[in-house]
C-alpha cells in the first residue's frame, strides 16, 4: 500500500531529496528525452508530496507559494514512476496536493504548466486551459488555472 509524505524542503532527509530528483530525471530526463534544468532553487521555498511503496519513492509533486512561478500558487513536477501507472497514484496525489494547497495557500486557485497530453486529466481537477500551446523542454505544454474548487 502506498504511504504519503508530506515535508518543507528542510524537513526532506538527504536520501529523500536523492530519490526525488532520481525519479525527476528518470522520466522528464530520460524517459521523456528532455534536456532541461531539473534544479531550478524553486525546490527550496516549496511543499513536498510523495508516495513510497515498500520505501522507495514512486509518486512526487511539488506545491510552490504564489509569487515564486506565477501570482497563484503551483503544482509542479507532478510525476509517477513508469511501473505503478495506471495504478490511480497520479490522480490521487493531486487530489491530496490540491487538498495541501488549499490549507496552506487558503485558496483554491492553481496554475500549472502542464504537458499538453495531460489536459483532460488535469480537467478532470478543474482546472481551463489558458494558453496556446508552447514548447517547454521541446515538448508541447499548456498552461492551464484552476479557479473553483470541484464537486
Known amino acids: 500500500m502506498i504511504v504519503w509524505h508530506f515535508k518543507t524542503f528542510e524537513e526532506l532527509s538527504v536520501q529523500e531529496l536523492y530519490e526525488i530528483v532520481r525519479l525527476r530525471i528518470e522520466v522528464f530526463v530520460i524517459e521523456q528525452n ?4 531539473d534544479c531550478d532553487r524553486k525546490d527550496y521555498v516549496s511543499f513536498h508530496l510523495f508516495g513510497t511503496l515498500n520505501d522507495e519513492i514512486v509518486a512526487y509533486c511539488r506545491m510552490i507559494p504564489a509569487g515564486v512561478s506565477y501570482v497563484e500558487p503551483c503544482l509542479g513536477r507532478v510525476v509517477t514512476a513508469a511501473r505503478v501507472r495506471n ?11 490540491l487538498e495541501a494547497m488549499r490549507n496552506l495557500f487558503n485558496t483554491v486557485e492553481c496554475r500549472i504548466s502542464g504537458q499538453l497530453y495531460l489536459q483532460k486529466f488535469y480537467e478532470s481537477f478543474g482546472f481551463e486551459k489558458v494558453s496556446d500551446v508552447y514548447l517547454e523542454d521541446n515538448l508541447p505544454h499548456i498552461e492551464m488555472l484552476r479557479m473553483h474548487k470541484v464537486g
Open 34 to 37: 528532455a534536456a532541461y534544468q
Open 87 to 97: 495504478e490511480g497514484y497520479g490522480k490521487l496525489m493531486v487530489e491530496l496536493a
